[in-house]
């Protein structure tokens, strides 16, 4: 597909990936179109009168008198914030406290005050069940997979919600926290400090002479950097095929979807399509003169969103991967984040991703060249064991090795 005049080139910090604002090839504007609806389809006068009518209302007659006028006004904005974002996650625009977006940044970065361990709520049966403990992190040496958490400081979870057990495990720097434990027939208590943990998001692990598997978990800030270096030590050892493994993988940081496609792009070539608003339409290209030559597989499921799905539909589209597993999650859009006068964040969206091809994934996902299915039990099984070991069960990863030695 040959692109026209470039209007404006603006390098982006860090990567090599540059963007410029053209028109749609010829007869693809049809694309970019509204991803799902978001106008009022009904009559509403006097709005603004009506708003605060009933929030007087409410006020006056609730049947309780803890509520107050703030907490109607935060209730309004959240309203706002779920009306606008995509029937299939309607909590995708947020606002943030100061004090919750700080946490958000840590996230980003990779390395945050936590625990060290991932685990999966059971609201029903009111407990935690450990998936993941990283190594070197205060639950390193105390947790293990499949253990369950009974109770957080002495208070039980059931009846709690997943975001006020979240808000139980967050702490600051030094904070101690009691979990008690059932593992097996055991039932004991242990305390853990939250501490400065940096998350392993790429894991790399040789499968043969020429293939390697290349676990990338989520994309934190300086990812494609770190990235860069492992797949240069990986060309060196003489390794020529990649299993990439993007399942599970939730996103993060939309640029650095973007570098890391890069790494296995060739200059000029289209990495990803946006549209804002206004139909500014901006192609982001690869600035690349030396890409990795690695011939890739790509592995999904329906929890590989965001940049991972970039990166996923990036190559595929430029020749560089085929793509094993199920669906993706399907969010094809992406948002920005803005700081209130009182020091709030409310991020909502302000565009639309497309592959190089012009293909939406958004509320559908992209859609494998192999479907594989496997259920999240069985991989979060498999994940707890040896990549050696896995490869003989592991029927997503048997079937992309398979592709790459044919």
């Not at 945050?112 to 390193?140: I, M, R």
């Amino acid at each position: 597909m040959r692109l026209k005049t470039k209007i404006f080139i603006m390098p982006l910090v860090a990567i090599g990936v540059f963007f410029m604002a053209c028109p749609s090839p010829a007869g693809t504007d049809s694309a970019y179109e509204p991803l799902f609806p978001i106008e009022l389809n009904h009559d509403f006068p006097e709005a603004e009168k009506t708003f605060q009518e009933a929030k007087d209302l409410i006020l006056e007659n609730y049947y309780t008198a803890g509520i107050d006028e703030k907490a109607l006004y935060w209730a309004a904005i959240q309203g706002m914030l779920r009306y606008i974002s995509p029937p299939q996650n309607p909590g995708l625009a947020k606002i943030w406290t100061a004090e919750e977006y700080q946490r958000i940044l840590e996230s980003l970065t990779g390395v945050q005050v936590s625990l060290g361990f991932q685990s999966n709520f059971n609201a029903k049966e009111g407990s935690l069940v450990v998936e993941e403990v990283t190594p070197g992190s205060p639950a390193g040496d105390i947790l293990q997979p499949l253990d369950r958490i009974l109770r957080i400081n002495k208070n039980p979870l059931k009846g709690k919600s997943m975001a006020q057990v979240q808000e139980m495990l967050t702490g600051k720097e030094g904070d101690q926290v009691v979990l008690t434990i059932n593992r097996d027939i055991k039932i004991f208590d242990v305390t853990l400090t939250h501490e400065k943990v940096e998350a392993e998001n790429i894991v790399a692990t040789p499968l043969d002479n020429s293939v390697a598997l290349l676990e990338i978990r989520k994309f934190s800030a300086g990812l494609s950097e770190k990235l860069a270096r492992e797949l240069g030590r990986l060309e060196e050892q003489g390794f020529t095929r990649l299993i990439i493994d993007l399942r599970d993988n939730p996103g993060g940081v939309f640029m650095q979807g973007l570098a890391v496609a890069e790494l296995f792009l060739p200059e000029k070539s289209v990495v990803l399509r946006t549209l804002k608003r206004d139909t500014q339409k901006t192609n982001y290209i690869s600035n690349n003169k030396n890409p990795f030559d690695f011939e890739c597989i790509i592995v999904v499921n329906r929890k590989t969103a965001s940049s991972a799905e970039i990166l996923a539909a990036s190559l595929r589209d430029n020749g560089r991967a085929v793509i094993v597993g199920t669906r993706t999650h399907g969010k094809g859009v992406f948002e920005n984040t803005y700081t209130l006068e009182n020091g709030c964040r409310v991020k909502f969206i302000t565009g639309a991703m497309y592959s190089p091809a012009l293909q939406s994934w958004q509320g559908q996902g992209l859609v494998p060249d192999f479907l594989v299915e496997q259920d999240e039990r069985t991989l979060a099984a498999l994940r707890k064991i040896p990549p050696a070991e896995r490869m003989k069960k592991d029927v997503a990863l048997i079937t992309a090795h398979k592709l790459l030695l044919r």
